[in-house]
């Protein structure tokens, strides 16, 4: 299979924030953007649910999954805070 070289304009704390992610699993960007590739070809999509969240919403930054809630709600936390 011969490689092409594309080139795609990111935010610079963006790409360092994604480098440093993937960087512990042991991937560089490319082979990140492959994989995502790939997978959005196998299945015939994005890969992942996209949504659009509010940001007075309490998952605004980090939404719950199907399985699991990824933080509390302000209101928890500051139950926990006493």
Known sequence: MSKVSTNISLDEDLKK???ALFAEFGLDLTTAITIFLKQSVREGRIPFSIHRFKPHEPYAIHPPTEHS???DTWD???RRMG
Do not use: F, G, K, N
């Open 76 to 78: 928890e936390i500051a």
């Open 69 to 71: 809630r990824m933080m």
């Open 17 to 19: 924030e994604a480098q």
